[in-house]
DNA sequence: TTGTGTGGTTGCATTATAAAACCATAGGCC
DNA sequence: GGCCTATGGTTTTATAATGCAACCACACAA
């Protein structure tokens, strides 16, 4: 008989309502915390970044990103459900149906960049990266990302701070 | 005598080398998927948020993030591994050690701006957004990022395309 | 009607994450 | 020094997520 060392809940019967659960970010106020709520995971972004280089297929994604049927099911539903993908009826004819990016999922454009951005200045290995990002008109690379004040100056992290937003002020109604 | 709690390996005899692991995206090619490697799981870029804004301290990162001990010393073991973050000796005088950003540390500002600036765009609920991204001399908010070509052209996602990279060409030797 | 490809779901093993208990030092206090 | 507490973790245990393979449903073709 072991000393049972451990109480625990000692919620013998009742709920049973100490659900470990992965931490969610959802109510939090930072905007950081609620966009990774969204696509914080190991293969959103991935699938987006298919997405915006034109896959729209589930066979497509799933080739392309050699990932379990699964969870890339698991993940196609999870966009759809936060508005960043959107589900169309065919496109080709079949009857089967595709992922499409709306706009807010054409908006995680930056994100991408930034990343890639700081894997090309960064990362170890940086010659094993297979791709550059390119002026499509030109066909040369393009810029660093660049935060600008509302003057134009361009920022760096110092010269930035986080303000407190201000209330919305209701009408009194 | 434990019931040996966990067959754990099993490794009876064979192989048994089906292990199944978070598929990693070390070897990628993809720079994105290779930042996400580095920075792509829950906490980390929450973690390297509140080292920009200047917190330094375990205890500093557990109280403000709410996360778990074992979980957060995990993470910041690895982002000082993959050299986001450093460990430094002390600073205040105790014999404590805190956690630094390095340079590839501070260079993800600018994912976590594209991240917040995404949020403000279209979250569903940006009235909960708490903070404003301000520049520090004027104090009012930041521009959206631009992406701009060589030759100063402001970019979307539409005008970019994605060329494989020149081979380094290495000499004969 | 059988076959095949697409687009998933289900079952099971393994891993990661979470919460809480535990522990090891450091510093302060007497 | 001996005791106390805070800091900074590690260990233990439980739950959720992930990965793989097998299975299934439907569309379409022969």
Not at 69 to 79: E, F, G, Q, S, Y
Not at 118 to 141: C, Y
């Amino acid at each position: 008989m072991q000393p049972h060392k451990r109480v625990m809940g000692s919620r013998a019967n009742a709920k049973d309502e100490a659900m470990v659960k992965r931490t969610s970010f959802e109510g939090d106020s930072c905007p950081v915390a609620r966009a990774l709520e969204a696509i914080g995971d190991w293969w959103s972004l991935l699938i987006i970044r298919e997405a915006l280089s034109g896959q729209r297929r589930f066979g497509e994604f799933q080739s392309k990103l050699g990932m379990a049927k699964n969870i890339l099911a698991a993940r196609l539903r999870a966009l759809v459900d936060h508005g960043i993908l959107a589900t169309a009826p065919a496109s080709d004819g079949s009857a089967y149906q595709e992922y499409v990016l709306t706009p807010k999922g054409r908006g995680t454009f930056p994100i991408l960049v930034a990343l890639r951005q700081w894997s090309e200045e960064f990362d170890n290995h940086p010659e094993e990266i297979a791709t550059i990002l390119v002026d499509r008109k030109k066909g040369r690379p393009v810029r660093k990302l660049e935060l600008r004040a509302d003057d134009g100056r361009l920022l760096t992290q110092a010269d930035t701070t986080l303000k407190l937003r201000p209330a919305p002020r209701r009408r009194s109604a």
